[in-house]
């Protein structure tokens, strides 16, 4: 009775290790854009619930965030490039934050990232 062999061939396991590279490589250039964007979520959400935040104009509340992003690890040229509004369309005002990120990935291959975030602002004065 003849054994037959099981198992990947030398070949085999060079393409999935090529191909887990690859991927690997992708993650790595695409992950930190993504914790950037929970720390704008978590600046949008801290800086929409300060008290007094509808009477601002959007150049203090632009300087709110760049104060706060310096603490989500949020690189100011997110902030400077960004499209911040404020949305009433809804009834309640809404803080939104929406911004491109362009992450080079090989040769001309680029990933054209796009994120956006709101949060409620909130409705007390700060003299309430």
Not at 54 to 62: H, N, Q
Not at 85 to 90: A, K, L, Y
């Amino acid at each position: 009775m003849k054994s037959k062999q099981q198992g990947i061939t030398l070949v085999g396991f060079l393409f999935v290790l090529v191909l887990a590279g690859f991927f690997t490589y992708m993650a790595m250039q695409l992950v930190p854009a993504y914790f950037e964007f929970m720390g704008v979520k978590k600046m949008v959400a801290e800086v929409a619930a300060k008290p007094g935040e509808r009477e601002k104009p959007l150049s203090v509340i632009r300087s709110d965030m760049s104060f706060k992003g310096d603490f989500q690890y949020v690189d100011n040229s997110t902030i400077r490039e960004a499209q911040i509004r404020i949305d009433t369309g809804q009834g309640t005002p809404r803080l939104v934050f929406r911004y491109h990120k362009t992450i080079p990935f090989l040769y001309n291959i680029d990933f054209l990232l796009h994120f956006q975030t709101s949060a409620a602002l909130n409705e007390s004065s700060s003299g309430d």
